[in-house]
């Protein structure tokens, strides 16, 4: 396990990788990085399944997208059946997202389909990979409070991990308290207003994570983010610590096999 770095959310089955997938992934590999591949729908589900079992050191979740065909019941029997499947590790990536949802049906209906899927993943004991991102209008639009409100009314037996963390130092403290995991990606490393955050944070209770295709960290910004870039957030985590890279690579690998329950 020594110095094997883990994703600990990605999306290499996504179209950005459609030229070079296979390479990426080797790329990710041979540098020592192993990966989750998040499903977003039940499409990108199958494709994470499929990726995973081709490759030792990728697993797979799979999960509905808050911002997904907000017309589109869950189709929990469906997701039942995948969460089944051998290497699949999580149910996310699930929760709620105001940012591109802005309308009060669409939230409510956005709710709704949450704890639909919460209690596919109580029933199934598996953790959660939480997508939760603030709207554009102030209180109004914050999802942070409302995803603690409904996770406090049962949904935590199983743990999980809030993916890009963007909330307040209270609001972490609010997940760590009800046994949850904060993801951190490339967002650390050109955006100051969560350095505390990090800090205030225990190793023991920290994932890294991509994101990729998206926010790509340091020094790469502007290019296509990918797996092996998730070297970039362990630095900045160590730094903004003041540990070494390879107690942060560590220990966050030994939460992802807490969380998980994978072997590296």
């Known amino acids: 396990m020594k110095n094997t770095i883990v994703d600990s959310h990605c999306h290499p089955q996504f179209p ?21 591949c998040v499903g ?25 997208h808050p911002n997904d065909n907000l ?6 029997e469906k997701y039942r059946e995948l969460l089944q499947k051998k ?12 940012y591109r949802t802005e309308k009060p049906k669409d939230q409510k209906f956005q ?25 554009k209008s102030g209180s109004v639009g914050r999802t ?9 009314k049962g949904y ?3 743990g999980g991990v809030v993916h890009s963390f963007t909330g307040s130092l209270n609001e972490a403290k609010q997940f760590l308290d009800l046994g949850f995991y904060l993801g951190f990606n490339g967002i650390i490393t050109f955006v100051r207003q969560y350095d505390d955050i990090v800090r205030e944070t225990p190793l023991e209770r920290i994932l890294l994570e991509t994101d990729a295709p998206f926010l790509t960290p340091e020094p790469y910004r502007g290019k296509r983010n990918e797996p092996l870039y998730v070297k970039e957030v362990a630095k900045k985590v160590a730094e903004l610590k003041n540990l070494s890279v390879d107690e942060v690579i560590t220990k966050t690998t030994q ?9 590296i």
Not at 40 to 64: F, N, P, R, Y
Not at 255 to 263: R, V
Request: proline share 2%.
């Open 144 to 152: 942070y409070p409302d995803m603690i409100e409904i996770l406090k």
């Open 40 to 64: 977003t729908d039940l499409e990108t589900s199958k494709q994470g399944i499929e990726l995973a079992k081709k490759h030792d050191g990728m697993w797979a979740s799979v999960g509905l």
């Open 156 to 158: 935590t037996d199983n």
């Open 16 to 36: 950005q990788y459609e030229k070079d997938r296979e390479e990426m992934i080797q790329r990710a590999l041979d540098g020592g990085v192993f990966m989750i």
């Open 111 to 135: 709710k709704e389909r949450f704890i639909q899927q919460l209690e596919l993943a109580k029933e199934m004991k598996v953790p959660l990979i939480l997508h939760c991102r603030d709207g």
């Open 71 to 76: 017309n589109e019941k869950f189709e929990a």
């Open 87 to 98: 290497k699949v590790v999580a149910f996310g990536e699930i929760g709620l997202d105001y």
């Open 255 to 263: 939460n992802i096999i807490n969380l998980f329950k994978i072997s």
